[in-house]
C-alpha cells in the first residue's frame, strides 16, 4: 500500500464522543471517516489520505481539473456538515493534510488557546448567507404604468422611456443605501455579520450587490428566516431579489 497522511475535515467540539452512524460521501480514493481525541470534549473528524493521490505535487497537478476539485469539494463540505449539530464545528480547508494522526494533533493542541476561543465563538450557532441583486424589470414594473388605453402618441412613448430610464437610475443611487440598511437589520439579529466583496454597481444590468454572512444561534433560526422572508418582500416591490442560504457549519466566523 502507498503510504498515506491524515486528512483532516473538521474539528468538533460536544459534550459526548460523537457516533458516526451515517455512510459518508469519500473524497476520491480516502480511508473512511473517524474520530481522534484531542482532548477532553475535543474531536478531529479525520480520513487516511494516500499521498500518491494527494500528496502536495498530487494535489498541484489536479488543481486544473475543475471537476476533480469539484467532487473533493463537495464530499469534503458533506463531511463537515454532517456535524452541525454538534456544540460546535470548526471546518479545515480543502485538502488539510498532516503526514500523521500524531502530527495533526500537535498542531491543535500546539495552538489551544486559538481553538478554544473560535470554540466559546461559534458554539450553538450556525451560517446563514444573504445575497442581494438589484432586479431591473421589477425595479421598474413597479413603477406606476400607464392606464389601459392611454394615448401611445410619439411624445407619451418618449416620456415613458425616459420615466424608465430615470427610474432605473433613482433605484441605483439609493441601492447601496437600501442594501446597508438590510444588512443593520440583519446583523443586529445575529452574533456577527461579514461581508463579502460585491462588484460595483453600474447603472445598467442586475449586479450583486451584497454578499454577506450571519452567525445567528442555533435556537433563533425560525425567527432569522422569518425576517430574511420580510425583507424579501418588501424589497421585492423595489426592484431587489434576496436569496438565503443555510444553515452552513460557520465557514466564514472560523478565520481570523
Not at 4 to 26: E, H, K, M, N, Q
Not at 48 to 62: F, H, M, S, T, V
Not at 196 to 220: H, I, K, Y
Request: proline share 6%; net charge positive.
Amino acid at each position: 500500500m502507498p503510504p498515506s497522511g491524515t486528512y483532516v475535515y473538521c474539528l468538533i467540539a460536544a459534550d459526548r464522543r460523537p457516533v458516526l452512524r451515517r455512510r459518508f460521501t469519500r473524497l476520491p480514493a480516502m480511508g473512511p471517516v473517524r474520530l481522534l481525541d484531542v482532548d477532553k470534549g475535543l474531536w478531529l473528524v479525520v480520513a487516511d489520505a494516500p499521498l500518491n493521490q494527494y500528496g502536495e505535487e498530487a494535489i498541484n497537478r489536479k488543481l486544473s481539473d475543475l471537476d476533480w476539485v469539484s467532487r473533493a469539494a463537495i464530499a469534503h463540505e458533506g463531511v463537515v456538515a454532517s456535524f452541525i449539530d454538534q456544540r460546535a464545528v470548526l471546518p479545515m480547508k480543502l485538502f488539510t493534510i498532516f503526514t500523521s494522526d500524531d502530527r495533526a494533533l500537535e498542531q491543535v493542541r500546539s495552538d489551544r488557546r486559538r481553538v478554544d476561543a473560535l470554540v466559546k465563538r461559534v458554539a450553538n450557532h450556525v451560517e446563514w448567507g444573504i445575497r442581494a441583486t438589484l432586479d431591473r424589470p421589477r425595479g421598474r414594473a413597479a413603477k406606476k404604468s400607464p392606464r389601459p388605453g392611454a394615448a401611445k402618441s410619439g411624445a407619451a412613448y418618449l416620456s415613458q422611456k425616459k420615466a424608465q430610464r430615470d427610474a432605473a437610475v433613482e433605484l441605483a443611487e439609493h441601492a447601496r443605501e437600501t442594501v446597508a440598511e438590510l444588512y443593520d437589520r440583519l446583523e443586529a439579529r445575529s452574533r456577527l455579520g461579514r461581508r463579502r466583496t460585491a462588484g460595483e454597481l453600474p447603472v445598467e444590468g442586475g449586479p450583486l450587490l451584497l454578499d454577506a454572512a450571519f452567525l445567528v444561534p442555533r435556537s433563533s433560526g425560525t425567527s432569522f428566516r422569518a425576517l430574511v422572508a420580510r425583507e424579501a418582500r418588501r424589497l421585492g416591490r423595489l426592484g431587489y431579489h434576496l436569496t438565503l442560504t443555510g444553515p452552513w457549519p460557520p465557514y466564514t466566523f472560523v478565520k481570523d
